[in-house]
């Protein structure tokens, strides 16, 4: 977790002053800062925008500056420009950012950045909720070990259950008890916090899962796990595969490269399928808002049409994400659970 923290700190893509009422301003409204806005990360937390007045809860910023030194204090002293030599970046590549003004007036990011962004104070809420669960139903357990299962542990049991035996014992095998505790932490901790962005106040709805650092720390830990475990079979598998003509392996070694980069990419399609299924659907729901303002700056009769649609729309999405929150903590435990298996898989016996 403390990786994912570190990671996350320091990925920060947004600074949330602006929110829809904002962007309607003379040029008209601009769907495409709107949404990046959302769904990126923040030094603050917007609440409300109140007529031009933004409700927002200022965030811890910790850093530490090549020229000054350490410093900490809250996001609020950045809101009116620069502070301490410190100030939010306009532009690309630092837009959205911490940035210091070095001496020859060049902008350059502090040398540490570990901030307790948006990103990361959903990341600690949701490791909250989830030691909350687990210590309570598993205290449960241990109180009344011969009970059948009441309250919470009536709703989490089905979850650990269809992990252990849809996923990790027909993908894995017999040594599938040595992957539950991962499979049933990356399972839960996807879930939650698909579930939470999907609940539009504070302090929920952050994009956490649909930010690449989230993704791609849980992508290292499976290829991590899957190389720590992986046998001697494993490896012979990968420099000289079976049933592969002679002449894909000799001179050129073509197949054991192909297998060699397979293995890499596999944690690469864990990060991009976790990522990109939740950001689209954040982005799908934030455009559809969109048409709102852009029909309403048109007309307003026609705003009020298209909000009709576009909030029952909204809410069909909203249906469809609890399925895809599910579906994709479902996806990736099952391919780390294949991962593992093919590990740790023993040559089948000569008959």
Known sequence: MIVVFLATGNNTNAQHHEEGATHAESEGF?????????IGDAYEWHIITVN???VSVPLPVIIYSQQSGFHCFLSSKLHHGEYMGLSIGEAP?????????????????????ISITKNVLSLFVSVIILLWVFISVANRYKANPNRAPKGLQSLIEPFIMFIRDTIARPAIGKQYERFMPYLLTVFFFIFINNLMGLIPFFPFGA????NITITLVLALLTFIITLKNSNRHYWIHIVNPTGVPWWLKIPVPLMPLIEFVGVL??????????????TAGHI??????????????KNIAVGYGMSLFSVAFTVFMTVLELLVSVLQAYVFTLLSAIYFGGAIAEPHPKH
């Open 30 to 38: 601009k769907p495409g800062p709107f949404i990046v806005d959302h």
């Open 284 to 297: 799908i729901a934030l455009s559809f808002f969109s048409l709102i303002f852009i029909f309403g700056a």
């Open 52 to 54: 031009g007045h933004h």
């Open 93 to 113: 590549p630092n837009k959205g950012k911490i940035v210091e003004q070095l001496s020859d007036g060049t902008l350059k990011k502090p040398l540490i950045d």
């Open 265 to 278: 990419t596999k944690p690469v399609t864990l990060l991009i399928r976790l990522f990109a299924n939740i």
């Open 207 to 210: 994009n956490l899962t649909g």
